[in-house]
C-alpha cells in the first residue's frame, strides 16, 4: 500500500486490524481504520478513550502552506542560506516548522525489519520496550513489555495487538545538514564552554542520547495528548509509513498561565472535559508522509495517530529563541508531569546552565530575546523549583556548572530589571507567554557582562 492513498485502509484489514474494524474520514480526505484490540469478553478496548480522541482530532482543519500558526516550507528551502535564522525565528514564536520532500531511506515494498536492519542498522535480535495498546487499558502507567524488533514485526501481522517503540536510540540519525547548527544546547552549550568549565561531574547520558532516535508503529496506534519532556523541541522525519500529528493551542487567554496548564491537564483528560476543550482550545492537523520533516517548539501540546505502519526518526534540542517556552513546559511539568508527558527524562538543567555559560561569548550572528532570555536565566539560578514531577534528585544536582551560570544569570537579570524587589518571574509572566518579546541589544548586554563579571 502506498501512504500517498487516500485510502489507508486498503491492505490492512484482516491482516493487520481486525476485519470488523470501523474507517474514519479525517479533514486531510483520508481514510484510516479505527483502532480496535478485543478483550476477552469481546469488549473494544480502544472504544473508551482511543475512539474519542481521534475523532476529536478528525474534527481539526488540516494545516495548509497558509497557516498562520505553522510555518510550511519545501525542501529548496534547506538551500537557503538563512535557514536556521528563519526557522528558529518560527518555533521562537510558537509556531511548528514542517518541511516536505526531505531527503529520506526510501522503503521498497513493505516496512520490515529487513529495511531497518539495511538502512539503519538496527538488529532484528534488538532487545526493545514495547507499548502495548491492551496493557495501556489495562494499565497505563505500566503499558509496556520487553520483546525484540523482530518479535515486533511479527506481531504487526496480528490483528490483536496494536504496539508502538518510542525510544530507539540511534545515535547515527542526524538532522538535515542545512539545520545541523539549530541546536543551540549541542552548539553552544556544550561545544564551546568546556574550555572555560571543564567537564569534571558525571554528566547525564540523556544530555547526548536524546539528541537522535528513531520510532516505529503497528497501524492504529494513539500517542495521546502531551507535551514533551524538559522542554525540548522536536525534530521528527517520517523515513516510512505516515503520521495525523495534531497541534492544540489555547484560543486565547495566552497571558494566564493556569489557563495554559488547564489545557495541558485536560487534553489528557479529553473524555472528561471534551466540551470544555472544544470551548477553550484550537488546533491544526498536520499530516506526515514518507519525506516529511517537523519541527516542534517546547510545550506544544500534541497527539498523533498513526494509521499504517511506520517509521520515523527524529531527536530533541534547545534554542536560545525557545527557552520562554521551555521554560513554561517545566514550570507546567512541576505540578503535572506524570500526566502531561509521554517521558522521563533527567537532562535538562547541566544544558540550560551551559547555554547560560556560553552567553557572554556568544557569535553577534545570534539573536536573543527578552522573554527567553529571562526564562533561561531563571531556570539557571531556581534549579529545584523546576524538577518536574515524579524526576529524581539528581536532576537538580549541582556540578561545576551552576556557580558560573547562576554569575552570569545575576548579572543578567539585574540588566532586566529583576531585583530582591521586582523578582525575574514578575516580569517574565506578564503578557502573552508565547511570544520572545523584545530584541536584546547584545552589543549592550556584552558590554555590561564584560565589566560586571571582569571578562
Request: aromatic share 8%; glycine share 6%.
Amino acid at each position: 500500500m502506498s501512504p500517498t492513498s487516500i485510502d489507508l485502509t486498503i491492505g490492512l484489514l484482516g491482516t493487520q486490524v481486525p476485519m470488523e474494524s470501523q474507517n474514519l474520514r479525517w479533514k486531510n480526505g483520508h481514510t484510516t481504520v479505527l483502532p480496535m484490540v478485543c478483550s476477552d469478553t469481546n469488549v473494544n478496548v480502544c472504544e473508551a478513550i482511543d475512539i474519542p480522541i481521534i475523532k476529536f482530532m478528525a474534527e481539526f482543519p488540516i494545516s495548509l502552506s497558509t497557516s498562520k500558526n505553522v510555518l510550511h516550507l519545501n525542501e529548496e528551502a534547506l538551500g537557503r542560506a538563512d535557514i536556521v535564522d528563519v526557522v528558529g525565528s518560527a518555533l521562537g514564536s510558537n509556531m511548528p516548522v514542517v518541511i516536505r520532500g526531505v531527503p529520506h531511506d526510501m522503503v521498497d515494498g513493505e516496512l520490515s525489519a529487513e529495511y531497518l536492519d539495511e538502512h539503519f542498522a538496527i538488529s532484528p535480535y534488538r532487545p526493545v520496550c514495547i507499548h502495548d495498546v491492551m496493557m495501556r487499558s489495562i494499565d497505563h502507567v505500566h503499558p509496556t513489555t520487553s520483546g525484540t524488533i523482530k518479535s515486533f514485526f511479527e506481531s504487526m501481522d496480528d490483528p490483536t495487538k496494536i504496539q508502538s517503540i518510542l525510544d530507539l536510540p540511534l545515535a547515527q540519525a542526524a538532522i538535515p545538514k542545512s539545520l545541523r547548527n539549530i541546536d543551540h544546547g549541542l552548539v553552544h552549550g556544550w561545544n564551546q564552554t568546556t574550555h572555560s568549565v571543564p567537564i569534571v561531574s558525571k554528566v547525564h547520558p540523556e544530555n547526548f542520547t536524546v539528541k537522535a532516535w528513531g520510532m516505529l508503529h503497528h497501524a492504529g496506534f494513539l500517542t495521546y495528548p502531551h507535551h514533551d519532556a524538559e522542554g525540548t523541541l522536536t525534530w521528527v522525519r517520517m523515513e516510512a509509513g505516515a503520521k495525523f500529528w495534531v497541534i492544540f493551542r489555547p484560543k486565547d487567554r495566552r497571558e494566564d498561565r493556569s489557563h495554559i496548564q488547564n489545557i495541558a491537564t485536560r487534553l489528557v483528560n479529553f473524555t472528561e472535559h471534551k466540551a470544555w476543550l472544544k470551548q477553550h482550545c484550537d488546533a491544526e492537523l498536520i499530516t506526515l508522509l514518507a519525506g516529511d520533516m517537523l519541527i516542534q517548539p517546547p510545550c506544544t501540546m500534541h497527539a498523533v495517530y498513526t494509521p499504517i505502519a511506520s517509521f520515523a526518526t527524529g531527536g530533541h534540542f534547545y534554542h536560545y529563541a525557545c527557552m520562554h517556552l521551555t521554560e513554561l513546559a517545566r514550570y507546567i511539568d512541576v505540578e503535572v508531569a506524570d500526566s502531561t508527558t509521554n517521558q522521563v527524562l533527567e537532562h535538562a538543567l547541566e544544558t540550560l546552565r551551559r547555554m547560560v555559560i556560553a552567553i557572554p561569548y556568544l557569535s553577534p550572528q545570534i539573536s536573543l530575546f527578552k522573554r527567553p532570555l529571562l526564562s533561561l536565566c531563571i531556570m539557571a539560578t531556581r534549579a529545584r523549583q523546576y524538577r518536574a514531577k515524579g524526576s529524581s534528585t539528581r536532576s537538580v544536582r549541582d556540578t561545576e556548572t551552576a556557580q558560573p551560570s547562576i554569575d552570569i544569570s545575576d548579572v543578567i537579570l539585574e540588566y532586566f530589571g529583576s531585583s530582591v524587589w521586582v523578582p525575574g518571574s514578575h516580569i517574565l509572566y506578564q503578557g502573552n507567554q508565547f511570544i520572545p518579546g523584545d530584541l536584546v541589544d547584545r552589543e549592550d548586554l556584552r558590554r555590561v557582562l564584560t565589566k560586571s563579571l571582569q571578562l
